[in-house]
Each structure stands twice: as C-alpha cells, then as structure tokens.
C-alpha cells in the first residue's frame, strides 16, 4: 500500500528547456563597416564586414558549427574588438558543448557591447546548462530590461524560473512569450511543462496540443502529453504518447523510464522490466532506475534480485531516500524486518516528510503487532499528506486491530471520501462492517469492491466469511473457490474454505485445505487451530490419532517457547489472596456467559483478586455486566503474544485461566509462554489445548474418566459434576406443555451446528424415526438458514430411507421457542452438542447423548449427570436407539418429565453458582498451595521447589 516508486521528473525539456539563440546576423547587419571609437583616441576599431558576418551566418544556420565556430574564431583574431565575432563564437561552442568556453566568449561580446540583448540571453542559457541558475536568471531579466518585448528571453527566463521551482512565476513568464509570438512552439511546450507542475493537467495538454500543430516533431512535447494524461488517468493514451516519443528518441532514458513505470501500473510488469533493462543499458549509473526496476522484481516476487537492484541504486546514490526506502520493502518482504526497519528510519534521516517511509514504517509496525506505533506513523503521513487515501485505509486497519471499530469504520469512509474507487478501503470497510454485525451492509460493500476489480483475492475471502456468518454456506463455499482461483495457495482462503468444508460435513476435505495451508505457511497457528478444532468432529478417528496432532501443535507452536520460560517471583505464600486472571474473546453476548458469568459474579473476592484479558473486537451489554465482577479489566486487542505475556508476568498473576481453547481469536500463544506460574484450560473448547505449558485440565469425572489422562496435555483436574454452572438467558419464558399430546405426532430434535452431523447420526437418527411410526425430526440452526443447505441434508436423510415429510429443516430464533415444539432431544456425536443441551434441559426437554470420546463426546453425559439423569447417557449406538426409542413410547412418563425437568435443575448444582464458585476457588487453591510445594497435586504428586 505504501510501496513508494520513484519516478524521473516530469518536465519534459532539456537542462535548460527549450532556449533559443537568435540569429547573429538579424541582431547585427547595422553594425557592419562602422568604427566605433574607444578610451584610446590613437586606436582604430574595425568591425567584420557585412560579407564576412554574412558567411558565418550561412554556416550556423546550415548547422554546420564546427566550420562556422573556425570563421567565428578568425573574426575575434581579426577583429579583437568587434562584438560581434565574440558573441558567434560563443554560440558555437555553446552549441558544440563547449559551455565553459561558451562563457569567456559571452563575457568578451558583453565587454564590448553590454547592452546587447542577445548575448545576455545565450550568457543566461551556457550558465543555465553549468547548473547557475541564479546567475542565468540575472541575465535573463537584465535582456528583458533592454528588450521587453524579448520572445526568446521571456521563454527561457520562464524555464529556468521552473527549474527553481517557481512555477506561478513561470507560468507569468512563458504566458507574456506566447502572448507576444501565438506560434512560438518551445514556449507553449515550456509552459505545457510548468502547468504539469501546478497540476493543471488538462490546460497542459491544450499546451502540449498546440506546441505539436505549431512544431509536429518538437523534441519532448509526446513525452510532455504523456505525462499529463498519465496523471489524469488516461493510461492508454499516456502510454501511446510515450511509446511516440520513444519512437522519436529511442534513446531518451526518462522516456524510458516512464513507459517503465506506466507499464508497470497496467500491470504489464514483464513489460515494463524490459524498457527499465533497455535504459539501464544506456545509463547503468543511474540510480532511479535499478530502483525502479527492483520495485517491479520485487513485485513479481523476485525478491533477491529486486534486493540487488535497490542495493545497487544506494551504492550509486548514497543519499538516495526513495531507495532506502524501497529497499526495507524488499527487506521485509524476505522476513529480514530488523534490516527493513532500519532503511525506513534511514530514508526519515535523509527526507523527513518521505511520507511512504513513515507509512511503511507502520506496516512493518503492524506486522510486529505494535498498532499503537503503527498509527503515529499514519498520523504523520496525513501530516504530509493530508489527502491521502491510503494512509486513512492504514490507520483504519490498525484501529481495528486494536478493536476501536468506530474510528476503524471512519477511517476507511474518509478513505472512500477522498478516492471512491479505492478497492482496498472498500473491502476493508466491508471488513469492519462484518466485525459490527452489519452483515448485509459488509455484503453489499464488498459486491461493490469486486465489481470494481474482480481479481482482488481478499474480496472474496472476506465475502465467503460474511456469507459464512450469514449462515449461507454453499455460497461462502463459492466465494472462497473463487478467491482460490484469482489467488492460488493463499493459506488464509484455504484456512476459510477448511472451515465451510467442516461445516458442510466435508470433514475429510477440510483437512486437505487445512494442511494444504501449513504447507504453505508453517508458522500458520491458525491453520493447525482450526484443524484441530475440525478433527473433534470427525466421526471416524480415533482420540487417540487426534491427540497426536494436538501434541504437533505443542512442537510447533509451543515448545519452541520453552527454552526462554523465566521463573516466577510470586510470593509463595499458599493462604494469600490469589491473583487469578482469565483470558477471553468472549467477554461478551457469547453462550460461554452462560458458564462463565456466574463463576466471576460469585467469587469471593477476599480470596481471589480478577483479572480479565479481554480479546475484544467490540463490547455490547453483557460486557458491561462482565466488567462490573472484575477487578482489573485489561483490552488485549492489538497486544503482541509476547507483550502480552510480559504484561501478564507484571501483573503478577498467580493463575491464569483460558477460557476459550482452539476457537476464534485465542490467545494461546501467550499461555506458551508461561507468563504466569500456573495456567488452566477449562470450558471455552472443551477439550485438550495440546500445549504442555499449561499445568491443568478442570474437569469432572464423568467428561474426562480415569484412565482417559493420556488424551490430554495438560492434567486432569477433576472436581464434583458438574464442572460448570448454568445461568439461563433471559426471556426463555415458561415451560409449556408436552407437543406431542396437542399435535398427534412426536418431534425430536436438535439445535446443533452442521459440522456435528455426520454419517453415524443420520443413520442412528434415521432408525429412531423408523422405530418411530409419525414421528418426525426438527433440525434447527443458522447452518440451515438456505434452501441448499436444507435440501444437502434432506437428501442425506433420504438415503436412509427417510422423507422430507418428517424432516423440519430450517432456522427459527430464538432457540427455546423452536425447544418448544420439540418433545426429545438428540445428541450429536462423537462431538457432542453444547449449550443448547442445558437449555433443552432448562426448557423441559430430555435428550439421549453417546458417551463417546472424552472430552467432548462426553459433553451430554456431563449435562444430563449434574442434572441427575444418568439414564439417558448410552454407551452404544444401539443403546442410543434403544434409550430414544423407550422415551417415545411414553408419552405419560415424557409430559412428566418435561413439567419437572427445570425444578430440578434449579434445585440442584446446575443453578448453584455461588457453590460452584467455592468449589472452583478451592481447586484454585490446591493448585496454589502444590506450585509452593505443600500440596500435592491430583495424581499425589507435589511440585518441586523453583517449578516454573
């Protein structure tokens, strides 16, 4: 985005524009024959006669300069005293670039005639040509204050007034030349330039137009046109005209150059390679073009030899800022970020207000996870540029990585404001919008980005996950085919795609993309995370070959860690206040507050002081609830893991809680760290996290039995079922009455999510619905919300012999009013289902549940023992036909049930949170009290003394 390329300058004439030198003879047929006296009345001055004035004449204006400069020559020897031979040989060797002898000539021709125009103005174009600007605009003015209405003057005063950057004055300049001759080419050509300049591009062109009837192959002028439509956009017709002036000065280097770069722009970069390559080989010194050239292999991802070319440019041009800063690009780009940083801070040394160098400045910032620095260097770019689009869509990208999505969402409109066809702030908008929840608003804003450039891969990522939210699979399923097809092996589609695969059941395909993904990037976390979390559901692998991937994540991701764990310097005292700290994404209208919030409302607050690390893209009210039961309440959104870690260390936690496992947006890296003497994982997953630097597990009996602990990194830590709390939402409403008995026929149901429906429950729920004459099967969940999806699973069921007749397939909210038409659960496996399982409890809705794989296939056996149902857990499949089966026969025995179900919960230790909280405190404590070595642990074992 701040890939900053350096361009040549855009003024189309020579060093010294387009001056002209007036005939000798025109400025002095006059003076010929005469004597002029002089302060010695003894000497006689002759002039050169007409004939021989005449005969050099001929000679410069058949351009044969050599031979007029050897006549020029002989008039000075001659006529030493004559002006006039002076001021033609000092054209002539201006001409032949003799311009250090040009101007002992002019000075000469001056001497003897000072107030000769002419030879001020050539004076002013030999010393223009040596780089002394300000001299050469001395003489320029000095001829005009001779001669006023001075056409030549006037034109080269105005070009070198350009060349020191004084265009409104130019402009003035060049304006009185054309006023006084309308068909002076060079001077339309000249102030076509400085319009350019002042950015009045189109007035430009009616310059560069006119200069081209007057003159038809001015040298410069298809160049000049190039330039001014290039800035206005015109692409095809900027690069028409260069490729005219090429034909015209095939050896021009900035032509060259120019069809480089707008070649490159088209996206022709193989192209524009060519012509850098070609002016390289015209000038192989020339620093701005090894850059240029280096920008474009680095966009091909040539990264060494773009790397050599940048190099190259500051060997050549040690002062070279645009070059240091293309050359932390290439720097970055090959993963060496301490050099890149280094060049970006070079390039300020040399030019402050490079503005791409502070903008790339905070990319790298970003890639670091520092957002806070990242944004003071956008800051500063609008600083300097204050118009700059990309700077706004940059700062917006690191507001919303600090979770500060309202200024995020600003940022990418004003973006939008100053450049509405800017594609990237459009999708990056659309971006910000889905984090808010504006899904429809994200769609549409995304649609309009892939309308303007349909190849920008990341469009269609993001739209596949705006329809992934939307519930609309099989079309997030083509948005990411499609972001595939413009961008292939891009880790984070495949990563994407994986997950709509798990979800459409295409278990076994999501994990091909999945390590398709790592493949391409090791060091991806998120692609091993999401296959981890896809292989839970897969009904065919043992837990035992899943474990092992959890255990390739420890190696990958966790164990590089070990060798920099620090000990810890909490005071060992195991009866003091414990500082527990809990990470979380989901402090917020998450089902984890069902479990979570009554734990933290409930904690004894003399014995444990709270800290919240609070992963948050956006707070909403149930946030405020979280924040009101916390002590420290600390935003980790744009934290890197390692200061987060460090902050945590400072913290002094003495616990430190996850909460949320493998699932979006953890924080595991930092637990790898060790920041904190001990560390849990309990309830957000529900399974191992797989990392060995996390000591425990807590559980219960019944989710994790004995002999399972081979399953599980960490180590078990069991206490009383249940191991969770249950506070029900509100406005769940009252139990009604068993449907079965109003309607004629029995539903069963499920309000699970579609990666949980696989091969095994379509064939066990299809016997229960055969076992069951009428009976039909409510499949409820936003994954259905479409006709396909609907239609994917109806034809699985079909299969089996079922019909969409018995099959009520869709997406009704909220999840207790479709609980009340539903007279028995069923639970998926071998993941079991979650927090719609208590709630069809809470709703007076018995389910059957497989005890399968621990832990999560044990998920349902845990709801239904803390709620004293143990009966309804099978052990088989044939057992779980069997269980369904028996609780459709009574329909007596069911309404019982479904009117007793919620009393029971709420008098057992399901609604006990203040309970629960005393019992999690104290396995705290015994947690404590091992790490300071006077407690043993749950296998018996103490810790030694310095554990870390």
């Not at 278990?507 to 981890?532: C, E, G, H, K, R």
């Not at 997406?811 to 009013?817: A, E, G, I, K, L």
Request: proline share 5%; net charge negative; aromatic share 8%.
């Amino acid at each position: 985005m701040w890939q900053h390329w350096c361009v040549g300058a855009e003024t189309t004439d020579s060093t010294i524009g387009h001056e002209t030198h007036p005939s000798p003879l025109v400025e002095h047929q006059d003076k010929a024959g005469k004597r002029r006296p002089t302060s010695d009345s003894r000497r006689t001055i002759t002039t050169a006669s007409l004939d021989e004035q005449q005969a050099v004449i001929a000679l410069y204006e058949a351009r044969r300069l050599k031979d007029a400069q050897v006549v020029a020559q002989r008039l000075t020897i001659h006529h030493p005293d004559d002006a006039f031979g002076w001021k033609v040989l000092g054209i002539t060797q201006l001409e032949c670039g003799q311009i250090q002898d040009s101007l002992s000539a002019f000075e000469r021709s001056l001497a003897l005639d000072p107030a000769d125009a002419a030879c001020l103005n050539s004076l002013g174009n030999a010393l223009k040509m040596l780089g002394r600007l300000d001299e050469a605009l001395d003489h320029y003015q000095h001829a005009l204050a001779i001669s006023p209405t001075f056409v030549e003057a006037h034109n080269n005063l105005g070009s070198t007034l350009q060349s020191l950057g004084r265009f409104d004055e130019a402009l003035a300049c060049l304006e009185q030349a054309v006023a006084l001759n309308a068909d002076f080419a060079e001077a339309w050509h000249n102030m076509a330039n400085v319009l350019c300049d002042l950015g009045r591009h189109e007035d430009a062109l009616d310059g560069f137009r006119r200069a081209i009837r007057l003159k038809p192959h001015l040298s410069g002028v298809e160049y000049g046109m190039g330039i001014a439509l290039h800035a206005l956009g015109h692409l095809d017709e900027a690069l028409a005209s260069f490729m005219r002036a090429s034909q015209r000065e095939p050896d021009s280097v900035d032509v060259l150059n120019h069809l480089g770069n707008l070649l490159r722009e088209l996206g022709r970069h193989d192209e524009a390679i060519a012509y850098y390559r070609q002016a390289l080989a015209l000038a192989p010194e020339d620093a701005l073009l090894h850059n240029n050239l280096g920008s474009v292999l680095r966009t091909l991802g040539h990264l060494d030899e773009a790397l050599a070319h940048h190099l190259q440019a500051l060997n050549i041009n040690p002062q070279f800022a645009e070059a240091f800063n293309d050359t932390g690009l290439a720097m970055q780009d090959l993963g060496r970020l301490d050099e890149a940083e280094t060049h970006y801070r070079q390039a300020l040394v040399l030019n402050p207000d490079l503005a791409e160098a502070h903008g790339n400045l905070g990319n790298l910032w970003q890639e670091f996870g520092r957002f806070e620095e990242a944004l003071a260097c956008y800051l500063r770019v609008i600083a300097i540029k204050p118009h700059s689009p990309d700077a706004y869509n940059s700062m917006g990208l690191a507001l919303m990585a600090l979770g500060r999505l309202e200024e995020a969402r600003a940022c990418f409109e004003k973006a939008l404001a100053i450049k509405p066809d800017h594609v990237y702030a459009r999708i990056d908008l659309g971006n910000v919008l889905q984090h808010q929840g504006r899904l429809d608003d994200a769609l549409a804003c995304l649609d309009q980005a892939l309308s303007l450039k349909p190849d920008q891969a990341v469009g269609w990522n993001n739209r596949g996950n705006v329809f992934r939210d939307l519930g609309r699979l099989d079309e997030a399923l083509s948005s990411f085919n499609q972001a595939q097809h413009v961008k292939p092996n891009e880790a984070a589609t495949l990563i994407n795609r994986g997950n709509v695969l798990a979800s459409l059941g295409r278990l076994d395909d999501a994990l091909v993309d999945y390590a398709s993904a790592l493949a391409i990037d090791p060091n991806a976390a998120m692609a091993l995370t999401n296959w981890l979390f896809a292989l839970n559901y897969h009904p065919d692998k043992s837990a035992e070959d899943i474990f092992a991937t959890y255990q390739d994540y420890d190696r990958r991701f966790g164990e590089p860690h070990r060798a920099s764990w620090q000990a810890h310097a909490n005071d060992r005292d195991p009866v003091r206040r414990l500082r527990i700290g809990y990470v979380s994404p989901d402090f917020r209208s998450h089902s984890s507050r069902h479990f979570l919030e009554p734990l933290l409302a409930h904690h004894d607050k003399s014995q444990v002081e709270v800290t919240a690390y609070a992963e948050l893209s956006r707070e909403d009210a149930v946030t405020v609830r979280y924040r009101r039961y916390i002590d420290h309440w600390v935003s980790t959104r744009g934290l890197s893991d390692a200061d987060l870690a460090a902050r945590i260390r400072a913290d002094g936690i003495d616990i430190l809680i996850d909460v949320a496992g493998h699932t979006a947006n953890n924080r595991l890296g930092i637990f790898a760290r060790r920041p904190a003497p001990v560390s849990v994982s309990w309830m957000g997953y529900g399974y191992t996290t797989g990392l060995s630097a996390i000591d425990y597990f807590l559980c219960d009996p019944v989710m994790v039995p004995e002999g399972s602990e081979h399953l599980f990194s960490e180590q078990p830590w069991r206490i009383d079922v249940p191991s969770l709390v249950y506070r029900p939402a509100e406005g769940m409403g009252e139990v009604g009455p068993l449907p079965a008995l109003g309607r004629g026929y029995l539903a069963f149901g499920t309000l699970t999510r579609s990666v949980r429906i696989n091969h095994r429950t379509i064939r066990v729920w299809s016997a229960i619905l055969q076992q069951v004459p009428g009976s039909r099967l409510v499949v409820n969940s936003k994954d259905f919300t479409t006709t396909a999806m609907q239609q994917m699973l109806a034809e699985r069921f079909a299969a089996h012999g079922i019909g969409p007749e018995r099959l009520e397939i869709g997406c009704h909210s909220p999840p207790w009013d479709v609980l009340r038409g539903i007279d028995i659960g069923l639970d998926c496996f071998p993941h079991n289902s979650g927090t719609t399982l208590i709630e069809s409890l809470y709703m007076g809705v018995p389910f059957v549940t497989l005890a399968e794989r621990p832990s999560v296939g044990r998920i349902g056996s845990l709801m239904l023992a803390g709620a004293g149902h143990p009966e309804w857990i099978a052990d088989s499949e044939d057992d779980y036909i069997a269980k369904a089966v028996a609780l459709a026969s009574d329909m007596e025995r069911l309404a019982t049930i479904r009117a007793s179900l919620r009393d029971e919960l709420e008098r057992g230790p399901w609604r006990d949170e203040a309970g629960f909280a005393r019992r999690v405190e104290r396995a705290y404590r015994e947690m404590w009290r091992r790490w300071c070595g006077i407690a043993p642990g749950p296998d018996g074992a103490f810790a030694p003394f310095g554990t870390f």
